[in-house]
């Protein structure tokens, strides 16, 4: 069964960068679509983008587009999610997810705290 | 870009009760439609995919149903465990899209 492995929380003052890992085990990265989802306090889930294997390049919802990056190693199996240019309100809990058996978002990580504060 | 509106934004029942969430779409989606539950602090869960398909595990009381650009989501027996935020979800299926949400709370 696969599972998904993400990064511990992190602390960043405002205009850092951080840059946040999701491990897959139990399958391999390479046939798995792994998307970023987040939840900010007081807001609703939104989508951020991820990357499709067989579409072959990431795609990013229109509002983060140029401040999220998601990559990808797949020699160790690891995605990753970059968001720059950090502002109070990207405070907020990170989810990465894939679509492992059904057509939408059904295994997902833990989830990693993100805190941005001067 | 597809719009997606939730009906009510919270709601309060008594358990036991009947609670329906209504989604509905800017746009014909066919049946691309899916519910999540969602408790602050941890991972989404999937409840229902493609508008009806109750998820392997999910609890039966959890169902879906609608199609194009009208949709609902039923709890038959609400229960102290299910007080949480639920969230409709389009599936482009290279986007996604979530609605805004409904809070369900125990009276």
């Known amino acids: 069964q696969v599972q998904l492995l993400q990064s511990g929380a992190e602390v960043k003052k405002p205009g850092a960068s951080v840059k946040v890992s999701c491990k897959v085990s139990?399958?391999?990265?390479?046939?798995?679509?792994i998307n970023w989802v987040r939840q900010a306090p007081g807001k609703g889930l939104e989508w951020m983008g991820g990357f499709d294997p067989e579409y072959g390049e990431p795609i990013y919802a229109p509002k983060f587009q140029g401040r999220v990056t998601v990559t990808e190693d797949t020699s160790t199996d690891t995605a990753y999610m970059d968001v720059t240019s950090l502002r109070s309100e990207d405070t907020a809990f990170y989810f990465c997810a894939t679509l492992f058996e059904l057509p939408t978002m059904d295994v997902w990580g833990q989830g990693t705290t993100v805190i941005v504060s001067s | 870009d597809i719009q997606m509106t939730q009906s009510p934004s919270s709601l309060s029942a008594s358990a036991g009760d009947r609670v329906t969430i209504t989604c509905q779409t800017s746009q014909d989606i066919s049946n691309y439609l899916n519910w999540y539950q969602y408790k602050p602090g941890k991972a989404p869960e999937l409840l229902i995919y493609d508008a009806s398909n109750l998820k392997t595990g999910a609890p039966s009381r959890f169902s879906g149903s609608g199609s194009g650009t009208n949709f609902s989501f039923t709890i038959t027996s609400l229960q102290p465990e299910d007080i949480a935020t639920y969230y409709c979800q389009h599936s482009d299926p290279l986007l996604f899209t979530f609605g805004p949400g409904t809070a369900v709370a125990i009276k």
């Open positions: 139990g399958y391999t990265l390479t046939k798995l679509s």
